[in-house]
């Protein structure tokens, strides 16, 4: 057997993407023992919980953003991300509860306060390809179509979509390898990088499409002119007087590879789950019994949890 089939599948979920679509989707009426809203909680754990039923994977982590106001990028570009209001603590507490289950559920966690989720997603990927894994990253988010090599692909979850590296052109107009120079040039309102003014991403894709990449067409701004692209003399003098600021926004849209990891099994191996740290979140977080049933089979636990917490 060859090519991606022979490769066993890494799963790799951007957390915070169904973390807060769960904060946004879910009613508050979802409370822990101490009062506190639990519906991003309950909308991850069900997401989650789908996730490894549906596929039940082997090799899988979880990253987490703690780095939303300390990464390097802000030492790089301090307005990045400047247009995000901080999370209320209600949140902040249940990213926690979160991340504790997926630990008690024997999934490999990932959080650093440097590098963002995106950064732990794209080095987990690159080393478990030295594991002879292919990736299978879990978000719809855009700027993590880069990573995507030959057996990799990328699953929108909620919409059920996926694709491979040669899907990626079809959707943002441009190759995998080409969406850190394109958002750079055209730039990102969700991470406030502004791009180089008068480019927008039409204008972004055909500039790459004819040169291949950011460094060639800043290596060869005056053959822009003479391209069949409305304002295109405008934008050649856009470049040159923005040459900096584009190097300085590809820093900030390419994702790293080589963030800090330390796996607590190699390649990502599901761990064995915490009997009783599952025990203690299911009664602290006021599960139901569905929930509890599905949780316990999850985790692949033979005894069931004593039924004395109340449910919601």
Not at 89 to 98: D, I, P, S, T, V
Not at 228 to 252: D, I, N, S, V, Y
Request: charged share 25%; hydrophobic share 45%; glycine share 6%.
């Amino acid at each position: 057997m060859t090519g991606i089939q022979a490769r066993q599948p890494l799963y790799l979920v951007d957390a915070s993407l169904y973390v807060f679509r769960a904060w946004h989707s879910m009613p508050d009426s979802f409370q822990d023992a101490q009062g506190w809203p639990t519906n991003a909680v309950h909308g991850f754990a069900r997401f989650l919980l789908d996730l490894l039923e549906r596929e039940r994977p082997a090799h899988i982590a979880v990253a987490f953003d703690e780095a939303l106001d300390s990464c390097f990028r802000h030492r790089l570009y301090p307005a990045y991300k400047a247009n995000r209001e901080p999370a209320p603590e209600a949140l902040r507490r249940q990213f926690a509860h979160c991340k504790a289950l997926c630990a008690a559920l024997g999934l490999e966690v990932l959080a650093d306060r440097d590098y963002e989720a995106d950064d732990l997603i794209g080095s987990a990927l690159h080393a478990g390809r030295d594991h002879a894994l292919r990736g299978v990253i879990v978000s719809a988010d855009k700027d993590l179509s880069q990573l995507l090599l030959e057996h990799d692909e990328q699953w929108d979850y909620a919409r059920n979509q996926r694709w491979g590296a040669g899907g990626v052109k079809a959707r943002h107009g441009v190759h995998a390898h080409q969406i850190a120079d394109y958002l750079a040039l055209c730039g990102d309102a969700v991470d406030n990088i502004p791009g180089i003014s008068g480019i927008g991403a039409k204008s972004a894709a055909v500039l790459l499409a004819h040169f291949g990449s950011l460094d060639a067409l800043l290596e060869r701004i005056d053959e822009i002119p003479f391209l069949r692209l409305r304002g295109a003399a405008q934008m050649a003098t856009r470049l040159r007087q923005q040459r900096e600021l584009a190097l300085l926004f590809r820093q900030l849209t390419t994702i790293a590879v080589d963030a800090p990891l330390a796996p607590a099994t190699p390649a990502f191996t599901r761990a064995a789950a915490d009997a009783d740290m599952l025990d203690g979140l299911c009664g602290s977080l006021r599960f139901g019994p569905l929930t509890r049933r599905r949780l316990l089979a999850a985790a692949g636990l033979e005894t069931a949890f004593p039924s004395t917490h109340e449910s919601a």
